[in-house]
């Protein structure tokens, strides 16, 4: 990867017509090690957020030594750049083919599930290759409710009534029983993960069974922009909720388990940005080369306000609008198909045309591992950007505030009195 101080530097050098991705290692160790230091138990990187070797690699050389994954290609790429690395299959529905690679070439003793027919795939599995299922752990989804941009508790996950009776079919045959859950992505309720601990505990207690783990899944939320008319809800942070939630662990008895989190957003979405070209500015539109089947999918689907910051086209000599004015400009992708229009404004000067770039920050999660080849339009190129996206202070541009945790970083830029 070519290297660059900032993404306006990598803009203005390469004048790239296409996006190009700008990758921050020392955010993302950043971003790892400020969650491996506030979470006291074993924590798992789900690699559905971002699977790029690249970001793998980082991550494992961060400190992290567990991956949450989904798939025989997780497996692989997890494998590829941790041997080493414990690999924990939360997947609730697998195919047997799968179970059996996990199983019995990747060595994963941890798999969650939600319903007795999948029990008995993993213990046909686990009896035909002589396994002993007192070294494999079975963990019981369960079905949470709460509050989340992303809600996917509707898909997976056992009543609690099932939960009970699974986590006792799961000792009756010698298997560990452990419990876990995954409330949704970029919580926004700060209660979600206690109402899903007390769950964990009133199902626990009523099977009467041993329970070895409590894994409380991902959902932490991460910083983005914000829309500077209407004041939003401030994400929780997650030094807090993580905090909270270590709290509850022992309220709620769990204090002798092992803990699990399987954090994904939290970690990557700063360790990426997107640099993207402007193709045409009519009044309040614009339209880029990106969109919704490329890196922004994210961003269609949820409630996100993405940070986004204009690095004027210096080869434009005129231009109208104000450039100290910020504006909502609606953004329409680079696809033919009419639903490629982000579900929120970028903010940006009043001075945007046709020609500029623009940086579009903290889009490290569910971008790469979501893009499509839809209609020819690939993204696909990279490079390496020394500063966090949010370091960069140049010029009259301004982007929606960003929040942050962890270590401070520079507040948002021109517009916010605008
Ligand atoms: C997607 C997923 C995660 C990661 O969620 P984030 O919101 O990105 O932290 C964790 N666990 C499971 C089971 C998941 O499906």
């Known amino acids: ?27 993302l160790t950043r971003d790892v090690q400020t969650f491996l230091a506030a979470f006291p138990g074993k924590t798992a990187y789900a690699v559905k957020t971002n699977g790029e070797p690249f970001v793998l690699k980082t991550v494992a050389a961060a400190g992290v030594t567990a991956f949450d994954v989904a798939s025989r290609a997780e497996f692989e790429a997890v494998r590829a750049v941790a041997p ?33 027919d999948e029990f008995e795939k993993i213990r046909m599995m686990v009896q035909a290759l002589d396994l002993d299922p007192g070294e494999i752990l079975l963990a019981v989804r369960l079905a949470t409710k709460g509050h989340a941009a992303y809600e996917l508790s509707k898909k997976f996950g056992a009543a609690p009534g099932e939960a009970v009776d699974l986590l006792q079919r799961i000792d009756r045959h010698g298997f560990r029983a452990g419990l876990c ?7 926004e309720d700060i209660a979600t993960y206690e109402q899903a601990l007390g ?76 640099i993207v070209r402007v193709l045409l500015r009519d009044g309040k539109r614009i339209y880029i080369n990106d969109g919704i089947w490329g890196s922004l999918s994210d961003s269609w689907t949820g409630k996100i306000t993405l940070p986004a910051r204009l690095i004027p086209d210096p080869a434009r000599r005129r231009r109208n ?90 507040e948002a830029v021109a517009g916010e009195d605008a």
């Open 199 to 274: 769950l964990a505990a009133g199902v626990r207690d009523a099977s009467k069974v041993p329970i070895v783990s409590i894994d409380v899944g991902g959902g932490f939320p991460a910083p983005y922009g914000r829309d500077p008319r209407t004041p939003e809800k401030a994400v929780p942070d997650p030094g807090r909720l993580i905090a909270d939630i270590v709290t509850d662990l022992d309220r709620y008895g769990f204090s002798g388990v092992d803990f699990v989190a399987e954090p994904g957003r939290v970690m990557v979405a700063r360790c990426l940005s997107v």
């Open 1 to 27: 990867m070519r290297k660059f101080e900032t993404g306006r530097e990598a803009a203005l050098k390469l004048r790239p017509d296409e996006p190009v991705y700008c990758f921050r290692p020392t955010v």
């Open 84 to 116: 080493a690395a414990e690999q924990l299959y939360m997947h609730p529905v697998k195919a047997v083919s799968d179970i059996r690679l996990a199983l019995e070439r990747y060595g994963i003793r941890t798999l969650a599930l939600d319903h007795p």
């Open 321 to 410: 609008g104000d450039p100290t004015r910020l504006d909502d400009f609606r953004v329409c992708g680079v696809t033919c198909d009419s639903v490629d229009i982000l579900s929120r404004p970028f903010w940006l000067p009043s001075s945007v045309d046709t020609g500029d770039f623009i940086e579009i920050g903290h889009i490290g999660a569910y971008s790469l591992s979501l893009r499509t080849r839809f209609n020819g339009f690939y993204p696909d190129t990279f490079v390496e950007v020394a500063h966090a996206f949010e370091d960069d202070r140049d010029g009259l541009e301004g982007f929606a505030t960003v929040e942050t945790w962890g270590e401070p970083v520079t």
């Open 181 to 187: 859950f995954h409330v949704g992505s970029q919580v």
